[in-house]
C-alpha cells in the first residue's frame, strides 16, 4: 500500500493560495463540466437548525484527471459569536485509477475558502463588465474578504463598500481589505447606496430572507450571489432574476434545490423546465454572457464539487512538486 499524504491547514497555505493560477484553475475545471463527461452527485446535506449549522459532502470525478476529492464542509454560523470559526472541514484525495487514498487535507476549510472566492472571479471575469471599477459586498466575514480580493485579480477595482449586519465588523473587514488590497474601502448601513454606487455587487451571507431587491438593480451591474448553497438560505429576492438580463448558474441542479433560482422557481417567477445557462458553458464559448454594457447579470454560485476535486488534485500535484500546469488548463 502507498503512503498517504496528510497535509495540516498551515502546509495547504504554503502550496495553494489566493491567485491567478488558482482561478485558471477553477475557470478550467468550470469548463469541463461542459465539455467533459464529469460524474458529478447531487450534494449530501446534513442541516443542524438548532446550532445554525450544516454540513455538506461534495465530489467529482474528471475523466482524465487522475485524482479526485471527496469534501466534508461544516457550516455552523453562530460560532463566531463563541470565537470560533463559521467554516471547517477537511478533503480525502483519492486515485482515479485504483480507487486508493492518496491524501488528507485537514485544510479546516481552507481549500473551500479559496476555490469559492476563485469562482467568484471567475464569474466576474466572465459575466461583469470589462471596465467595472467598484465592488459592493454584502457581508463582512472572511468570504467578503476572499471575494474582494478575488474580483481585484480579473478586473481594474478601485473602491469596494461592504455592508454587514454587525457594523463593528463591517467596519474591520474594511480597514482589513484597505491594508491587504490597497484600494478605497468604505462602510455602509444601508444596502440602498450600496447598490447605487457599484458596479459589481457579491453577496456573501447564510441569509434566509432576501437582502437586494429589483428595484435596487441599476443597467450595467453583475451580481454574484453565492451565500445561498442551502433549502433554507436566500439572499436575492425572486424578482431580482426575473429583471436580470441574464441568468447563470454553476449548476443547474444544484441551482434548482439550493441556489436562488430555488426561490425564483418557488415563486413562480420560472418554471423548472425553462432554459438556463451554467457557467461552464459560457467559458467553453457554447452560451453567450453578457450581450451588452447595459446588461444586468447575475451568476448564481451553490459550490461544485469538481471545483473540490479541482483544488484537491492541484494541492497534491504542487504538495509533490509535479507540474501543476497540465491538469487544470484552459
Not at 438548532?50 to 461534495?58: A, I, L
Not at 450571489?225 to 444544484?254: F, I
Amino acid at each position: 500500500m502507498p503512503d498517504i499524504k496528510i497535509l495540516t491547514e498551515s502546509e495547504l497555505r504554503r502550496v495553494v493560495s489566493l491567485d491567478a493560477p488558482l482561478i485558471d484553475c477553477i475557470e478550467s475545471a468550470f469548463k469541463s463540466l461542459a465539455t467533459a463527461d464529469v460524474a458529478m452527485p447531487p450534494i449530501m446535506s446534513l442541516h443542524i437548525p438548532e446550532h445554525n449549522g450544516e454540513v455538506d459532502v461534495k465530489t467529482a470525478y474528471v475523466p482524465g484527471v487522475p485524482s479526485f476529492a471527496i469534501k466534508m464542509s461544516p457550516g455552523f454560523f453562530d460560532n463566531p459569536k463563541i470565537g470560533l470559526p463559521s467554516l471547517n472541514g477537511l478533503m480525502v484525495v483519492f486515485s482515479a485509477k485504483t480507487g486508493l487514498v492518496e491524501a488528507l487535507f485537514l485544510d479546516n476549510g481552507y481549500l473551500t475558502d479559496i476555490r469559492t472566492a476563485a469562482a467568484g472571479a471567475v464569474a466576474a471575469r466572465w459575466l461583469s463588465r470589462q471596465d467595472s471599477k467598484s465592488v459592493g459586498i454584502i457581508g463582512s466575514g472572511l468570504q467578503a474578504r476572499l471575494q474582494l480580493k478575488a474580483v481585484t485579480l480579473v478586473r481594474d477595482i478601485e473602491k469596494a463598500v461592504i455592508w454587514g449586519r454587525d457594523s463593528d465588523r463591517a467596519l474591520q473587514c474594511a480597514e482589513d481589505c484597505r491594508e491587504s488590497m490597497g484600494i478605497d474601502v468604505s462602510t455602509t448601513d444601508n444596502i440602498d447606496d450600496l447598490m447605487s454606487g457599484c458596479d459589481i455587487i457579491v453577496t456573501t451571507t447564510p441569509s434566509p430572507s432576501p437582502l437586494v431587491f429589483a428595484g435596487q438593480l441599476r443597467p450595467g451591474q453583475h451580481i454574484t450571489a453565492m451565500g445561498s448553497d442551502a433549502e433554507y438560505k436566500n439572499e436575492l429576492a425572486p424578482d431580482v432574476l426575473a429583471v436580470a438580463d441574464r441568468y447563470v448558474c454553476d449548476s443547474l441542479a444544484q441551482c434548482l434545490k439550493q441556489g436562488e433560482l430555488r426561490s425564483a422557481v418557488a415563486a413562480g417567477r420560472f418554471t423548472e423546465d425553462a432554459e438556463f445557462t451554467e457557467l461552464g458553458a459560457v467559458i467553453a464559448g457554447q452560451k453567450s454572457g453578457r450581450r451588452s454594457i447595459r446588461d444586468i447579470t447575475i451568476c448564481d454560485l451553490t459550490g461544485t464539487g469538481v471545483q473540490d476535486t479541482a483544488i484537491a488534485t492541484l494541492a497534491y500535484q504542487r504538495s509533490n512538486l509535479a507540474d501543476v500546469g497540465s491538469i487544470f488548463s484552459s
